[in-house]
């Protein structure tokens, strides 16, 4: 039995599972003490691999960060912090200050330049995929150090978009 608390943007979830990615295929989960019922696609996926999930019959289209700094899901970033509140030490922030692509696209629009001041999940570009524009969020709160990207650029899930000091 695993017992986390998982922080998205600044709703935070209590969640209860005994489930191990070994197992894939159907878990019933608690959320907020309420049971939640689960699909996780194939046996043994990695995080990366996993872009969607069934919840009560109904399909989540999402992807996670392998750091799980953030989860991207209905064409919006989420700050994603997770704890265990089973773990006796509590897992540092990696203090990775890059905005990396969360999707392949192409850069359509970039909202800030070098020096501009931001806050964790503010709007800093916009990728276009699949014919959809979708806004990619500032992952640190800081001033933006690097801009990698041109307007009209296409990009690479992960690739480094942003830096933030």
């Not at 959809?132 to 990207?149: C, L, Y």
């Amino acid at each position: 039995m695993s017992r986390l608390a998982v922080t998205l943007g600044d709703r935070t979830f209590y969640i209860e599972l005994n489930w191990t990615p070994q197992q894939g295929g159907n878990v019933v989960v608690e959320v907020d003490g309420e049971p939640v019922e689960v699909m996780v696609p194939g046996k043994d996926p990695d995080l990366e691999e996993i872009t969607w999930l069934l919840t009560d019959n109904q399909p989540l289209e999402l992807v996670v960060d392998p750091d799980l700094a953030w989860l991207w899901h209905h064409d919006q970033m989420f700050p994603l912090h997770v704890r265990d509140l089973d773990a006796q030490v509590a897992r540092p922030p990696s203090g990775d200050t890059r905005v990396k692509a969360p999707i392949p696209g192409l850069v359509a629009r970039i909202l800030v330049e070098p020096g501009h001041q931001v806050e964790v999940g503010d709007s800093v570009l916009v990728l276009e995929a699949m014919k959809m524009e979708n806004e990619v969020s500032a992952t640190a709160t800081g001033v933006i150090d690097k801009i990698h990207v041109t307007p009209g650029q296409t990009v690479m899930r992960n690739d480094v978009l942003i830096e933030i000091s």
